[in-house]
């Protein structure tokens, strides 16, 4: 295998239905909205967002998704139990990075733009590039980048949010993927493994992410793998070893 160029990968917005629930009906509507009008609306997720063609969403700010102007008066553990508690209840990947780690992965990710992640499947492990394009970062696996070059689509885009970083000292973080390559907890392991590899403190797991980049011809993809497997990361992803007793 070679070590797959460096792309910018084109961002898509994917088209979601909202179906109604069972047992709906214009009153339980009606309290819903009352319940809503009694508590102050922090999101508006969806709000001025400008979508480009497929799955993803272009141009997505913080402000089109959180309410900036009401938060400001909040501290930043307030804000943080505002973001985990709305994001706990949907189906995707987020999280509140501390303003010194997330300038650490910034200022590798400007020397460093891409790198390979590895993630376990039941018998070996599929990698995906990763590449940031601006505080997005883009995930596409592997193969699809050696099949289809620049024109491979993003599977997972990973959205920083850093217009709290100087104020709160926290910078927001939330993603959106694509269902049919990847499931939360695949999409999960992915993003942890972006704190592992441009957060970290051990200098020969970052020597990892400056060989991709600047000495590719030795780089090895094993060493990414034992690097993840040290860590721990996507143990979960790992089906339970069934011995054969008969």
């Not at 400007?110 to 492990?125: D, H, I, M, N, V």
């Not at 939360?184 to 992915?190: D, G, I």
């Amino acid at each position: 295998r070679s070590s797959p160029d460096v792309f910018e990968s084109r961002m898509e917005k994917r088209n979601e239905v909202k179906k109604q629930p069972v047992g709906y009906s214009n009153q339980g509507e009606f309290i819903r909205c009352m319940e809503e009008k009694a508590r102050p609306i922090f999101f508006a997720e969806g709000l001025g967002t400008k979508t480009s063609k497929g799955g993803f969403t272009k141009d997505k700010t913080l402000d089109s998704i959180l309410n900036v102007e009401m938060v400001k008066e909040k501290s930043a553990e307030e804000i943080k139990q505002i973001w985990n508690q709305y994001f706990s209840a949907k189906d995707t990947v987020y999280a509140v990075i501390p303003a010194e780690k997330f300038d650490l992965i910034w200022k590798r990710a400007q020397k460093c733009p891409s790198f390979l992640y590895a993630l376990p499947r039941k018998e070996g492990y599929e990698f995906f590039v990763g590449q940031w394009s601006g505080t997005e970062l883009h995930f596409t696996s592997l193969i699809n980048v050696q099949t289809q070059g620049e024109t491979a689509p993003s599977q997972l885009v990973l959205y920083h949010y850093p217009e709290l970083q100087k104020e709160k000292g926290i910078v927001l973080m939330t993603a959106e993927m694509d269902s049919k390559f990847l499931v939360v907890r695949e999409a999960q392991c992915l993003a942890n493994q972006v704190q592992l590899f441009y957060a970290t403190d051990r200098s020969e797991t970052y020597e990892l992410v400056e060989t991709f980049n600047h000495r590719s011809s030795e780089f090895k993809y094993m060493s990414v793998i034992a690097e993840l497997e040290q860590s721990g990361l996507g143990r979960e992803l790992r089906p339970a070893q069934v011995s054969d007793k008969s």
